[in-house]
């Protein structure tokens, strides 16, 4: 038999064969190179502006308020100073004045002691009528159980003058007071009265209406409703203040009962109902 051809023949073949295939084939391209890029723009500078920096916020707010601190002491110096000027002209202007006073002064001489001693003489003579005037007004103050009819000047319902202290000089006084004259409430109470007039006076006692209305509102009520007794007119409520039957600009309904003779207050009741107020005034005149 022939001898085998050796394998190492063939394997040495076969590199070669790939390396032309390699080499056959076709190359890459070399990556291109970088674009070159602009070179920048420097600005210039001035060297003297370059070397500042600025301040921070903070510190600029602070100069601030300091410049005007400044500003505001230095306002206040000037103010001060105007003011101390403006106080030591009057000064001398006064003084000048009192210099010239001093000749009218000795001038006057004997003539200022006549009105002098009248001046003393008239304020001797004031001061009782000061004194005088408190004790009107002393008797103007409020009354309580026990306190006298004051010396007061009111209108009726006619317009005439009636004195409040000479009321309880025959007969015992009663008073009630209403808010407003012909009002539903005002009239059931005044009616009552009106109905139980001659109870009163079997107990010898006098019924009197008090309101705050005009004399000429009062004749129409008492026309209307036909009323027996007197209406009292008080505008001011100042009676009715002084009996404590007065709340701001209106009239508390209530009752009172006054002594015969003396005239002092024996019963106040304030704040009534218009349908049992005569029933009460009645009752506690029974009583006595």
Not at 46 to 66: C, F, G, H, M, N
Not at 77 to 104: F, H, I, L, N, Q
Not at 240 to 245: K, S
Request: with cysteine.
């Amino acid at each position: 038999m022939p001898p085998r051809k050796k394998e190492t023949t063939e394997e040495a073949t076969e590199p070669e064969r790939r390396s032309t295939r390699i080499r056959d084939m076709p190359t890459k391209p070399p990556p291109a190179a970088p674009a070159a890029q602009p070179a920048k723009r420097v600005k210039k500078t001035d060297p003297e502006l370059s070397e500042w920096k600025p301040t921070k916020k903070a510190s600029s707010k602070k100069r601030k308020k300091a410049d005007l601190a400044a500003e505001d002491a230095e306002d206040a110096e000037d103010a001060k100073t105007k003011d101390v000027e403006v106080e030591e002209k009057p000064k001398k202007k006064v003084k000048t004045e009192a210099k010239a006073t001093k000749g009218k002064k000795a001038a006057a001489g004997k003539e200022g002691a006549a009105p002098a001693a009248a001046s003393t003489s008239e304020a001797a003579t004031a001061q009782p009528a000061a004194q005088g005037g408190n004790e009107a007004k002393k008797e103007h103050s409020a009354l309580t159980i026990g306190s006298a009819l004051p010396q007061m000047i009111l209108k009726n319902e006619k317009g005439d003058n009636v004195d409040l202290s000479t009321l309880a000089s025959q007969n015992g006084v009663v008073i009630f007071a209403s808010p407003k004259a012909d009002t539903p409430g005002c009239n059931k109470q005044s009616c009552h009265f009106r109905d139980s007039t001659a109870d009163f006076t079997k107990l010898g006692y006098d019924v009197y209406g008090l309101t705050s209305d005009t004399p000429a509102a009062l004749t129409k009520w008492k026309t209307k409703n036909s009323f027996q007794y007197t209406l009292l007119s008080d505008p001011n409520r100042e009676f009715i203040a002084m009996l404590g039957a007065k709340t701001g600009n209106a009239t508390k309904r209530s009752h009172f009962v006054f002594e015969r003779e003396t005239g002092k207050l024996l019963d106040a009741q304030i704040g009534v109902k218009p349908d049992t107020s005569h029933s009460a005034a009645l009752e506690f005149i029974k009583g006595l």
